[in-house]
């Protein structure tokens, strides 16, 4: 087992946005590999199911229920996993939010949304869980990206400023934590079959004035250089990865799983 969380025979997790899609993926493939696992969602039905499939592996679980937006909500989940198994190992922040409107006609409400989840929770969850981690002298963080964080995309521009934060806040969380032995990383995901992917593909087709969703798709899809979109479990899988298995070295790194969409 890696060192950096050598200090437990059971790594202690919290997987945020665990509902459904991705998030639940990693919990579930966590709790395969001997994790205890935290999952925190504002989906409170989709946590159970989630829950449910993690129990049926023999793995203890915990369920956070609520907004991550609201203050002091991210430091709250930290204190439930600590509460309950005296520490935390892996922190994956996969929560996340969007919406499709054209920048002209950017909202208030739509820009306060996206940074508020992906950027200010994601930031205060990492401030968080980092400083139990600095006292343990080990854990792994990791941040879920996305390859538009680097595009110029002017029908998501907040969620791909968004994004284009938790580059940053990885990189300065890392470097931050560095002297404690603690790692911190992200994922860049490509193309997915998750609800968010396909509610937002569905809603920039109706906005490009795109009525045969299936050819947009289709489109989209021969964009990718692998020809192909990713499976969830093959994603949850590299998350994974930076959570147990990657070196101890590594550090303030993105790592592009986007079939080449991402070429950087």
Not at 23 to 36: F, K, N, S
Not at 178 to 195: C, F, R
Request: glycine share 10%; proline share 4%.
């Amino acid at each position: 087992m890696p060192a950096e969380i050598h200090n437990t025979m059971r790594p202690r997790a919290l997987v945020t946005g665990a509902a459904g899609g991705l998030g639940r993926e990693v919990a579930i493939q966590l709790a395969r590999r001997g994790c205890a696992v935290a999952i925190a969602d504002i989906n409170g039905e989709g946590l159970v199911e989630t829950a449910l499939q993690i129990r049926d592996i023999g793995a203890e679980t915990e369920t956070i229920t609520g907004d991550f937006t609201r203050e002091g909500a991210p430091e709250e989940a930290v204190e439930k996993v600590l509460a309950r198994w005296g520490g935390i190992d892996i922190l994956v922040n996969n929560a996340g939010y969007g919406v499709i409107e054209p920048f002209l006609d950017a909202t208030f409400k739509a820009w306060t949304r996206t940074l508020a989840l992906n950027v200010t929770a994601l930031a205060m969850a990492c401030k968080a869980a980092g400083r139990v981690m600095r006292e343990q002298r080990s854990g792994r963080i990791v941040n879920i990206t996305s390859p538009g964080s680097r595009m110029a995309l002017p029908d998501y521009t907040a969620y791909t400023a968004s994004k284009a934060g938790v580059d940053s806040i990885t990189r300065a969380a890392a470097v931050a934590l560095a002297p404690y032995g603690v790692l911190v990383n992200s994922l860049a995901p490509g193309m997915m079959d998750t609800e968010m992917q396909r509610s937002t593909e569905a809603d920039l087709a109706r906005a490009n004035g795109r009525n045969d969703l299936q050819a947009f798709l289709d489109e989209r899809t021969r964009r990718i250089p692998l020809g192909r979109r990713a499976e969830i479990s093959e994603v949850a899988e590299a998350v994974v990865w930076l959570c147990l298995d990657s070196p101890d070295y590594m550090t303030a790194e993105r790592l592009n799983m986007s079939g080449g969409l991402d070429k950087d």
